[in-house]
């Protein structure tokens, strides 16, 4: 790394005996040997460790650490040494009043040495994100599922050659780092202007700007040479998931970085017309459904929270765009539902072919029991209606127009206390959700029909659904 | 080693090659715009247009920057896809980074050989949509029609996408030119001999009175049109668009009669297209009686009879589609009490037999009269229908 690197944050070494302010002084810039940028997605946060080489004398060195106009923490600013055999320690830290983004280090060598330090801090700002884009066969069978990550840097800073890890997973902040850095140093609304790109650091632009031409050049040559994406390599921690790049990338503030992160070739997946109105709203939608896991050519990580595009192989040397969604994270064995919406193929209406009333109970002014004429109660004039039983013939018609047949799974969620009545083998999905299932053949209909019976009034016991046999 | 820097834009497609020396001190730049070698325009979803364009880009050996940039177009920026076609085992994306505040985006593409490579680039542009358009034409006895679908392409894109294949999802492939705020019509089907119904119905509740008064009811008349092969159509789901309907004047000439949405229609589903009121069929509702009939209790039944005052004034013989919505009828002789509506014909109307069961269910039932044409001596036979309904259970 050579000083061109030096743009925001910087570091400075004195020449003189402590950190005190004087009209006259010489320093020197040690630059940054290596940087490493462990970039969080459930957070605003990203873990800074840089290395630098720094000559240090026998007795008190004083080191000043800048970050003007970047988004760091200040109080996550930390100085180690690499090297303990050369007696060094640091004395005490000063955050000086008159100087915002701003530290000094006092450093006691114990003998003239040339010693490895390293910088680790915390700033916002960088982000990165997952997509993902899937091609399906013409057949619909298999597809291909590629998955990338995207990084962001509004930091602030240039990160050249960086090693970059990228954490899947939550952690827990007490306090967020934009706002620790906002307290040590720059207004709210430049920060917000360095979120949006829209200001630089205009005083290394240009210097920059001539650096990396070289740099790429540079690094254009060694790519040549091996001129294949760069693998990503992914290893669990804890609770977390660790995406490892491959090499150095760089990361220039305001640009963003896409790469590949893995590919499925041929992922199956199978086709379901799913009805439920509290995942997808009201209507039968069709879902390609597949699993994260080994068998499906995938399985070597969780998938982070990310957009999703889903198109056909049209079969026509071109592409047939499906679907754009958010995928949740996946869990390795997980499913992943693809939701396509409503298929104009597949046809679902939902009729009521009949209603009716029966099991009467009434009550009496001034009694507190009830009375019925199935009981062999005499009813009388004044007594008003208390309780019956609500009778409904329904029918869900699904059409298939389609050129294979289809998987269908219904839920239905009925208030009240209700006995749902059919020949459909139906299960409970909860307390109140009767769901169902069927085949319809390619050009096919079928009709699904249930009986429901919702006691009211005097007659209602519960609140939930039974199933039972509509000649039960 | 050459290192290139190959721009697309959506004007243009530039391609810059120059040596690394040169690249450093800014020196000599060899420029040239490849042009679109092909375009697919793909409007098969509902709502989001796929453009993909497939362009020879000269690569070098090693690693290229290939930027895609654009200008006044709503492209969005996360959906474009870069794919190879020529050697897609060696030459492929090793990254892609994409500049501040500019619509543009830079693919790094390693390639171990020099040469030509055929490139598809995908990507998803707003402004660019379609919409459909029916042109039908009944015979003179209104028995068939002949029925043009058009699909129209808006280009409100701010690109000229030149001669591009297009394709809406179902029918015919068309290969057009498209020009920068172009709208171009291209027919996609046209289906001839369709066995049309003309209806006649009689629905309170969905067309309300003519004549509130004289309790005289609207009649509005539609072409009915069965979406599957036995009625010459079926071969894919027709499209929300508007229908403009004409009819043969038996004088070599049509008569614009209307026109009409036509709604999204399913494979075996009917399209209806609203030709306008009948004033030629009369038809008068009364609710003739009402009569309560105590059952227990403060539990009711609702004996109503209501009365068709029917007379066609036409030349022809026609079906009247007469449709009863038993909530609304509650509402009429009691009140909404908010419960399903429990009922029954009884036997003694005059329409039972004519009765709908396939459109009818547990809120409307539908009858079929058929009214004979008007008399010689111009006059029309008043047909008199009832439809004697028990409401039951009500409280």
Redesign the interface.
Known sequence: MSKKWMTSIGMVMWLATSASAENVDLSTIPPRDTVQLTIYNGEDLTLVRETRHITFKKGLNPLQFSWANTLIDPTSVELRFKDRAGGLELIDTAFPHDKPQMLYWNVRSERDVDAEVEITYFTSGITWAADYVCVSDPAEEVMSFEGFVRITNNSGEDYADAQIRLVVGTINLVEKVAELARRGAISKDEEDEYRKGLKTVRTFKKKFARAELRDRVAGRLAMATAAAPKEIIKEGLSEYFIYTIEGQETIRNTWSKRMRSFQGKRVPFRIQYRYRPAEYGDQLVRLFLLRNDDASDLGTTPLPNGALRLFRDNGREGLSFLVQQQIEYVPVGQEIVMNLGHDPEVIHERIRLKSWRDDFWYAREGFTVYYSPQKGHRIRTNDKVAGWDDHQQWIERIRNNREKPIDVEIRRTFAGHVAFRSDLAPVLHDYRTPQFTTTVEPGGKQELAYHLVTHQGYNKKQDNVTLEEENG | ?N?RIIQITMLAFVVVCST?IE??AGGIKLITLPIRERV?I?L???H?T?V?EERMVPLA???NDVVFAWANAAIDK??I?FSCLTDPGNI??????????ENALTWQV???NAGSARVRI?Y?IGGLDKTFAYRAVASNDEETLTLWQYVRLHNHANEAFGQAGM?A?FGE?FERPIDINETRQLLSAKFEDVPIEKTYTADLSAHGYLNEGKRQLRIPMHYVLKNDRDHGLGRF?LMFGKARIFQDDGRGTVAFLGEDWGT?T????EMRLYLGLSKDIVVKRTIESRKAI?V????YHYDVVVKYEIENFKDQRVVLDIVESLPDLRREILRDTR????WQLKNTGTLDEMIDREKS???QVVFHVTLPQRGEDQKAVKQIHKMNVLI??E?
């Open positions: 080693m290192v690394n690249r450093a697919e793909q098969d979803h509902p989001v796929l993909e050996a090693g690693v996360n959906s896809q492929r994306v090793l990254s892609v980074s994409y500049p501040p505040n390693s390639s171990p995908s998803v394709w999802g492939r789901p999204f399913p494979l075996n589903d105590h227990l209790g403060n539990l419960r399903d509506v429990e269910n547990a809120d039951k259970n409280w």
